[in-house]
């Protein structure tokens, strides 16, 4: 069993959606997590970065933990076309190195 | 201000070669953690570093290696290529390691490896 799933989709949404993204993991030792935006062929670019349970507002983002349940959500409001594109959930423990665990990544596309 | 850099874009290379990638970090960013990313998954942690020594490693093999120079820069060295190394070879850099706080990771564009 992976430390973190997430569903690979494709998810499809029309333009003006409101998008939900998710992630569950095994390891309680996680106290970091984070989300990442990928666009084709390009590095990953940090969207949203949270420290233990709660939530976290970014203009269209939302980003919840809920460590009990050991998951985690990103919200994005008002979706648009160029928000196509594969968004990771990624997450650290405390300790003596920044490793970042990542899941798979989700696949968004934003239809007109 | 410019983000994180890494050349080459793109290498191919055939089985049993070494390669050797470049990342410079953000300025003012004392750590540099390489990932690789196969098609289709999220980026594998492979090694961090942060003031020229290593703070951390993952599950890959001696055929690996890093080091880090004076001025923050990186070099990701990966020996006797096999088919399976091709991937994209990410670079982070992060202002602290993690055990000083707020230490958020932002990646450069990568490099891709094709291994024929």
């Known amino acids: 069993q992976k430390e973190v799933e997430q569903d690979p989709g494709p998810l499809s949404v029309p333009e003006g959606a409101i998008v939900s993204l998710n992630c569950t993991y095994s390891n309680s030792a996680f106290q970091y997590f984070m989300w990442y935006r990928q666009y084709s062929r390009k590095g990953p670019e940090l969207l949203m970065y949270?420290?233990?349970?709660g939530n976290k507002e970014d203009g269209r983002f939302t980003a919840q933990v809920d460590k009990s349940s050991k998951y985690i959500s990103l919200f994005i409001r008002d979706s648009q076309p160029s928000d196509s594109a594969t968004y990771l959930c990624a997450m650290m423990e405390t300790g003596t190195a920044s490793k970042l665990t990542f899941g798979t990544g989700t696949r968004l596309q934003v239809t007109l | 201000d410019a983000g994180v850099t890494q050349s080459p874009t793109h290498l191919i290379k055939t089985r049993g070669q070494q390669v050797t990638l470049r990342c410079s970090p953000i300025s003012g960013h004392k750590s540099v953690s390489w990932y690789q990313q196969v098609l289709g998954q999220g980026p594998q942690f492979i090694f961090q570093y942060y003031e020229k020594e290593e703070r951390g490693r993952g599950n890959f093999p001696d055929r690996f290696s890093a080091r880090q120079f004076p001025n923050y820069s990186s070099e990701l060295n990966v020996n006797a290529l096999l088919l399976g190394d091709s991937a994209l070879y990410l670079c982070a850099s992060s202002l602290v390691w993690a055990g000083e706080g707020r230490n958020e990771q932002f990646f450069g564009p990568g490099t891709r490896l094709t291994v024929l």
């Open positions: 949270t420290y233990s349970s």
